[in-house]
């Protein structure tokens, strides 16, 4: 078989990881975990949120009290937030919006924006 014989087979095998390659970046998230870590100040409360790279959150303030904490998750471009209450663990699970290194925007499950502004 001669080279340019195996030309169009070349082009099949490259395409077809072209579009396989394409088909996963489709699924991949857009943001990293690590965008969320750190200090901020949301939008519905005053005291700052802790998201930290271990997974757990808390609400604490400036004089160390915590107000709220559980555990936190990124997966596939959402935040599911997991908290006790009333002796009950609860899950929120809400789609991420937008996200730079200073901010990033939540769609909570009653259809309100949460805007979360990094917090030095």
């Not at 609400?59 to 998750?73: A, P």
């Amino acid at each position: 078989m001669n080279c340019l014989a195996k030309i169009p087979k070349l082009l099949l095998i490259a395409s077809i990881a072209l579009v396989v390659t394409l088909n996963g970046c489709s699924d991949n998230d857009s943001f990293t975990e690590n965008m969320f870590v750190g200090k901020w100040k949301s939008s519905k409360v005053t005291t700052p949120v802790y998201l930290y790279a271990n997974g757990e959150w808390e609400i604490m303030t400036d004089e160390g009290k915590v107000l709220q904490y559980g555990v936190w998750q990124y997966t596939k471009n959402r935040i599911m937030w997991s908290y006790m209450i009333d002796g009950r663990i609860s899950h929120d699970l809400n789609a991420i919006l937008s996200a730079t290194p200073q901010e990033f925007r939540l769609l909570e499950s009653d259809n309100s924006i949460t805007t979360f502004s990094k917090l030095n």
